[in-house]
């Protein structure tokens, strides 16, 4: 009888917890409700107020916008050649010191003739490569590592670590003045590449450049001219092909595979050096000028959105600190 009743009063406690739980379900939708109910409330009784204030901060916004001129910008994507990273940034900070002095003489001497610098600015920032991370940049550098020694490579080791080394960077320039902005832009970029210890080493490299690719074009003729001469000789005897070499001049032997990968590596020497003249043509090379764009904002930064929602948020911040300062009267 006892193992009987144990069961029966166990079945009724969770009829009464279930009660409970949907007692307490049921409440909560009501005070969800009352909570709905009583800011509908609450909104149709200032309406009114909070309809004047978002017409009023709408009007005002547009307004502003009608005033206010917005800024376009420049943006321009550029790498520095022969390390001359440092002194992009350092002239980047010059002129920006210039701007916030007001120092129209200089600006005068690079070309651009305005009074008032207000509204112009410059930045600059790198172009960082998320795909290239610094432990593929220490494995590539130790497989260049071995061949360091090799006098081939020492040209391409040197070309990739500075390639490596001098990533993009973007340079913004704004303004409000349309017509003046280009030309603002246009006459910096031109002062950033007017330096002179560059421009030198700019034009010492290129007639480098120029002279290598002469020697290595007078090396390749030569070079065909020995590999035709091995082609007759081994078209009119074969006595000469033992080991694939040739006897110049009674004197020297030279292997035909060595001259052949000589002629390779000479080639691409100068595919390398003409690509060289192509890029390094300037201190900073100009990969990007960009066109003068309207500067983007988001839309809750538009004044026409904004200024309605400051109104309204400082409308409900009054009526709380009333709620509250009744509540602590009624306390009190």
Known sequence: MADQQVPKGTSS??????????????????NLFNWF??????????FLVLFG??????????????????????????????????????????????MQAGDTIFFSKIGFRHRDLKGYDITIEQILDKDNSSDDNLEYLELLEKFQENGQFTDIIRSELLSKSSLEHRITFTYKDPKS????????????????????????????????????ESLLVQI?????????????TESQMVEQRIILDNEKQSNITELFELKNNL?????????????????????YFGEPQLEQNSFFGKRIILLPLIFISIFFLIDIIKFLNKKAKEIQ
Do not use: C, H
């Open 224 to 236: 065909d001219e020995l590999i035709t001469r091995y082609s007759d000789k081994m078209a009119s």
């Open 267 to 287: 080639i691409r020497d100068i595919e390398r050096k003409k690509m060289e003249l192509q890029k390094e043509k300037d201190a900073i090379s100009i990969i």
């Open 53 to 98: 204030l978002a017409i009023a901060g709408a009007i005002l916004g547009f307004g502003l916008n009608q005033i206010v001129t917005d800024k376009l910008k420049t943006e321009v994507i550029v790498k520095p050649n022969l390390e001359s990273k440092d002194y992009l940034y350092d002239v980047v900070k010059e002129i920006q010191a210039n």
């Open 181 to 216: 902005g280009p030309i603002f832009t246009q006459n910096v970029m031109e002062y950033i590449n007017s330096n002179n210890y560059y421009n030198e080493l700019i034009e010492i490299n290129q007639e480098n450049a120029r002279k290598r690719i002469k020697q290595n």
């Open 37 to 46: 109910l009583r800011s509908f409330l609450y909104i149709k009784k200032n």
């Open 13 to 30: 406690n969770d009829e009464i917890d279930l009660g409970q739980l949907f007692n307490m379900i049921g409440r909560g939708f009501k």
